[in-house]
């Protein structure tokens, strides 16, 4: 029942015409993410996705973590699965070159991660903590730190992790209080506690390498007394070599409704006398390194929220096409999938499945464009572009990946509540995703605030723009003019409800923070309506080509290649081999099947819009609430 | 931290001003219920469900139940519970009084048995199954099969269970295969397998009562040849005193994401040679009875609904206003309430609540004036309702049940999603809500289906004309008159999707089921923000009322009862104590309390109707997607 298949037609499709992967690979440094090279990475991701991570997701779900004295020990075949997937170079993928990394581009990254997170989310908790490490070492360190642990870390002979959470600093990292001192050496001493760390201790590696966030005693309060610390789980020798054990240790492991398999620490340093550590670039800068962690941890977890809902999807598609229950259209035996509501709840995940991939890879290609195309303005206009929908990128994607994880419960009725069948677990899982790393109000406050008011709804009228003119193409295609009219209608909202926080702005903050969550809901409909939009006009081209060169092929004057070639010419469709047999029938088939994922976008999610617009606008409903009201 | 104490101040404004408890007490037969004593009642109930039922919800989620060779064991303080509800009188509360109940009524009962599923769901739904069983007996046995089993029942001396589901017929009872063979002394053998059964076996009572469906091997196909049998777990004596154990065990539970108290069982029939059974009623007639006990447990389960949020709140409640993080309004170490964002999602959950319980208590009402109401057409005018509703009201208050449970966990951000705290167990228990009983698409297709197209929306448009006077009376509150607008528009809405089932009701079924869900949400809505705003009219009320009898009083022209009377005078406020001390302002703060939850439901929750309708109408997207939709 729970086994996976990574959706590699959908991928495809997206990268092929909502990335453009081939304008990825034309970029100077991302040579090697040529399409063929990319789409055979990912065939071989998932394999090790469905045939090393996935086949231990459940029982990692079962047998958890525990403490064994001083010992993490984390579930059966993780071990293992660890060393496959460092062998295998995955963990380099997207790695810089100059540390053993392959630096392929974040486009080609981000499918490929999905699957890791669909096939076993706990699991890979851990490797993804190397990203964000990587990354903010790269940025702050100085170069004997990134010589001596970046070779290490990006090897994945060392693990990391992110050590920034305390009982009374959660949301609030400005009141972390871990304390460190300087000591003789340059060194520092650290002395405190971080709970909720992800692989806080364990033994996968021979060493484990903490970013920690502390204070000195003279640092001026609040974030600009923060630094950043890198603490080895056991000390380094100049060489490279392991000296001795550290004095930072796991005292407990939390227990949690999901992500069993993913040990959760509360990490104690400095019991014996303070925990060696080594300071992180310059001191009081450590929450502006931290973001360069956690900006990277946020989009990632974006891929949670599509990679759960994948997961169940499938399990949920699956058990619908197996279970038969009641007569469907006057039969019985036929299985559910075939009931009206059932079929509903399938489309349902799937639209919004879709719709998540679809805004989460062009986004990946942001990265990329703003670290290497040659246009300095194309360059930083993708670096807007990503700065500002990364709120929305992990809000949206995961409060949106919930909501499938619980329609896939739905699907399997009474049988999905209980645990056998396992999809419980991608509902347990997934609950985390809109909490760790900034919950969904976090994010919407960061939206909102930083993003949006900062700079007085610059980028994001950039980007409304550019949706427009979409909206405008799509307006020409006969057949979509219905979609253009609704997603018109989507963005009018969308404008409207910026109005609304640009005006109020600075005279009524409080109402402004009130409408954050509702505006995040906004934004992230809009653009992802705007990513099936452009879908359904890449399918309806590509359907559009194949008829004509049908009909070409019919009066004898068709090229050799069909189909396949014909839409492919268009720019809008599968590159099955052409003339394989069906190839061509395959597409259509395929291509309708988006175009009715569109359909039911904007029958069901692009309605939703106007309500949170009108929520946006009635917000100061909530300021004016009397205590009165909270309590009976 | 997971204490519970009974929203009583919402309880009596909702019965008083909503229900009109008054005029319960006023009907025939229900003239116990006068309002002092129902309040009295309330009060002692508050004290059970917060001093007996809640100190073992956790405890019992922490242990679960377990299968000890044939023994049930169920969590540690389940007997005391069982016996001190029972002593207390609490199971008979609204059971008839000729078999030892009380006979009090709905109105009452709906509060009361909101309080036990707040405190302790997984304990509460073994005596819930009681009352099932005591409905059902009551219309379907014989005189001597009720005058044995039923003062036993009533009495809780025996425990009681409904034994419908099968591995091939969960939804669809029609596939029910337990084979049913007469005996000679007219009595029957039963042999088969049941799965998921509430409180399948244990040791709490002496005896348990199996209400079983099975089929005779002549028996019609489907579901007309299904009969009911009554099967005890020891055999009784003509005397009422138990003979020999019947062969009937439970062989399995099963590992649930919730509820975890409560034992879910596989029982195996007639493993050695028959399990006795009794048929109830006529032959072939069990789904006929079976539905007088899912409706019984449909209502209980629509009040699941609102018992979790409730929980879920006052949990999301206290920790907000306990934990400080960041600053409030620019100061630093003042609750986390304080936050817009956090206001905001608390009000969010409170107003669920609030229409939820507004929702549900006037249709418990319905059940009394169907019963007991003199005018022969208000009886039936009320069962109407109640059978159109029903579905909407287990429905829409599960699935917005789950709602407010999941944002409570989003208030405690990562300690939500660890254990210890425990408001993620009202999560995990309450997921099963939408499930058990029909699934929500099973109640949406009766409600579309059974309740609106049969009788071509007659009943529907009957109190969608009831709103509309109520829309008409609000519009001429000034402060009142948007919510009126909004509200009429949700009507318009309402009607318009309607007009939709029925116009496509005979045309077109397939698009028409996949419509329902999306129009039981909708439904849910409109009759919830109904209820809303009879809340805000009764609030707007009082406060007018304290105003101007304020004001006279300032002119030396008030009666000697303040504002409490002014306010009772005009039928809209609390009966506080009149001149106790501060009484007044206390009144005047909670109505306001009332008024800011209308404002947040019109903000927030009447914008969301009209994208339901939308999608209603646009509903043939579901039958017209090819199948290569669903898989990639």
């Known amino acids: 029942m729970d086994t ?27 040579e090697a993410a040529e399409p063929e090279l990319v789409y055979s990475i990912l065939e071989e991701a998932d394999k090790f996705a469905a045939g090393v991570l996935a086949p231990i997701n459940k029982s990692g779900d079962l047998q958890g973590c525990r403490l064994d004295g001083d010992r993490v020990v984390v579930p059966y075949g993780w071990q293992e699965a660890w060393d496959q997937f460092v062998a295998g170079g995955w963990l380099g993928l997207s790695l810089p070159e100059q540390y053993g990394g392959q630096g392929l581009p974040k486009a080609l990254w981000a499918p490929v991660w999905e699957m890791w997170f669909s096939a076993n989310l706990a699991f890979t908790m851990l490797p993804q903590l190397t990203l964000g490490q990587t990354e903010a070492l790269d940025v702050a360190a100085d170069e004997a730190m990134k010589a001596l642990y970046l070779p290490r870390i990006v090897s994945g002979e060392w693990a990391c992790n992110m050590s920034l959470t305390e009982p009374q600093a959660g949301s609030d990292l400005a009141a972390v209080r871990m304390r460190a001192e300087a000591a003789a050496d340059g060194s520092y001493r650290l002395f405190g506690q971080k709970i909720f760390i992800s692989y806080g201790d364990h033994e996968l590696t021979d060493n484990i390498v903490h970013l920690v966030l502390a204070r000195l005693p003279d640092a001026p309060a609040g974030i600009k007394g923060i630094s950043l610390f890198l603490v080895p789980k056991f000390l380094v020798n100049a060489d490279g070599s392991l000296g001795a054990k550290n004095d930072v240790r796991a005292v407990s492991l939390e227990h949690k409704m999901g992500i069993h398999g993913s040990p959760t620490c509360t990490m104690a340093y400095g019991d014996q006398g303070g925990a060696v550590g080594y300071l992180v670039g310059e001191l009081n800068r450590g929450i502006e390194y931290m973001f360069v962690m956690m900006n990277e941890a946020r989009f990632g977890v974006s891929l949670h929220g599509v990679a759960l809902a994948e997961r169940a999807y499938q399990m949920a598609l699956r058990y619908a096409n197996e279970r038969s229950q009641g007569k469907v259209a006057g039969e019985a035996g036929r299985p559910i999938a075939g009931h009206p509501d059932v079929k509903r709840q399938l489309l349902a995940m799937r639209t919004r499945i879709f719709a998540m991939r679809a805004l989460v890879y062009p986004a990946a290609a942001w990265f990329d464009q703003a670290r290497h195309h040659p246009s300095p303005e194309a360059a930083a206009r993708s670096r807007r572009y990503i700065d500002l929908l990364m709120p929305v990128l992990k809000g949206w994607n995961t409060e949106t990946g919930n909501l499938v994880c619980d329609d896939a419960i739905q699907v399997f009725g009474g049988m999905g ?53 979409d909206v405008a193409a799509l307006a020409d295609v006969r057949e979509l003019a219905g979609h253009a009219k609704a997603l018109a209608a989507n963005v009018d909202d969308l404008e409207r409800a910026t109005d609304f926080l640009l005006a109020n702005g600075s005279s009524d903050p409080a109402t402004v923070q009130a409408a954050a969550v509702p505006f995040l809901h906004l934004a992230g409909l809009v653009c992802a309506g705007w990513r099936v939009a452009q879908a359904a006009r890449a399918a309806q081209g590509g359907l559009a080509a194949a008829a004509s060169a049908g009909a070409a092929a019919a009066t004898g004057a068709a090229g050799v290649a069909g189909v396949a070639a014909a839409a492919g010419a268009a720019g809008a469709a599968e590159s099955a081999p052409a003339g394989a047999p069906g190839a061509g029938a395959e597409d259509a088939g395929y291509l309708r099947g988006v175009l009715a994922l569109a359909s039911f976008w904007f029958a069901t999610y692009a309605p939703q819009v106007r309500g949170h617009a009108d929520t946006v606008a009635a917000s100061a409903c909530v300021g004016l609430a009397p205590d009165t009201a909270l309590w009976a």
Chains 1, 2 share one sequence.
Do not use: W
């Not at 997934?430 to 976090?442: K, L």
């Open 4 to 30: 996976y298949g990574a959706p590699l037609r959908d991928m495809r499709f997206i990268l092929d015409h909502l990335v453009g992967i081939d304008s990825i690979a034309a970029l100077p440094g991302c």
């Open 417 to 469: 509540f209980v645990e056998e069948t396992g999809v419980a677990q991608h509902y347990r899982d997934g609950r985390v995703t809109r909490i760790y790393e900034g919950t969904t109000g976090i994010q919407a406050n960061d939206l909102v605030s930083r993003k949006i008011l900062r700079e007085n709804g610059a980028t994001l009228r950039e980007l409304v723009a550019e949706i427009r003119a």
